[in-house]
């Protein structure tokens, strides 16, 4: 069974920890959007403005939707937070190869999981000379940056293209963006093993309760 990761998009403190509460006792993962207001038009909290709250147990995924060289200071940035397993990163950020695997290596430097990201109309190829390297390939659904955007169905078989071209890839296939309870069937059996979700845990009259239907329809 897929795992629903809640994905937290703040802008404001007072957001972020409504978020994190309606959250936090009964989820294993979170993903927080960091966005610079440069690569995406939206901005987000930075990891310096939430770095002291109480994530309890909570594993965190940072996702980075930032230009290249304010996505190397967020990864820098994130060194000693030590409730962050994973960093997320866009390949859209990289003009080139080479910068792409110097994301790589800077999150492998300190000791985190690396995965990346790539939006609806990135060519899957464009990562493939890194994708023995990495622990997470995060397919988004729609383009990043705020919450609600209808799914692109498209994606789908960028799901399918992957796994069909990269056979010897052993790490994770993730999903963000889009997701609803009714097409949320549809992308596990994709083989998606990590499903990120935004506004239809966040902005619903009772997100706890939200996050467990998810769950349910997932088992069912």
């Known amino acids: 069974m897929s795992i629903v990761i809640p994905a937290i998009l703040a802008s404001s403190k007072q957001e972020f920890r409504e978020y994190l509460s309606a959250i936090?006792?009964?989820a294993e993962y979170?993903?927080?959007d960091i966005m610079d207001g440069e690569f995406v038009e939206s901005k987000s909290l930075f990891p310096r403005e939430f770095f002291y709250e109480d994530f309890g147990n909570l594993k965190l995924e940072i996702h980075i939707m930032a230009t290249f060289k304010n996505t190397q200071d967020i990864i820098e940035s994130l060194k000693s937070f030590a409730p962050v397993s994973r960093i997320i990163v866009h390949?859209?950020?990289c003009?080139?190869?080479e910068q792409l695997r110097q994301l790589v290596n800077q999150v492998k430097g300190i000791n985190k999981e690396i995965a990346i990201a790539i939006n609806p109309d990135t060519d899957i190829r464009d990562i493939g000379k890194v994708v023995k390297k990495i622990d997470g390939?995060?397919?988004m659904g729609v383009n990043p940056g705020f919450y609600g955007a209808v799914l692109q169905d498209k994606v789908y078989n960028k799901v399918t293209e992957f796994k069909e071209r990269?056979?010897?890839y052993e790490g994770d296939i993730a999903w963000d963006g889009g997701v609803t309870k009714e097409n949320l069937t549809n992308i596990q059996n994709l083989g998606v093993n990590r499903i990120a979700i935004g506004s239809a845990?966040?902005?619903?009259?009772?997100p706890t309760q939200s996050y467990q239907e998810l769950i349910n329809i997932l088992k069912a």
């Open 24 to 26: 936090k006792s009964v």
């Open 91 to 93: 390949q859209e950020s």
């Open 201 to 206: 845990i966040f902005k619903t009259d009772n």
């Open 95 to 97: 003009e080139n190869l």
């Open 137 to 139: 390939v995060q397919f």
């Open 30 to 32: 979170i993903q927080i």
């Open 166 to 168: 990269y056979t010897m």
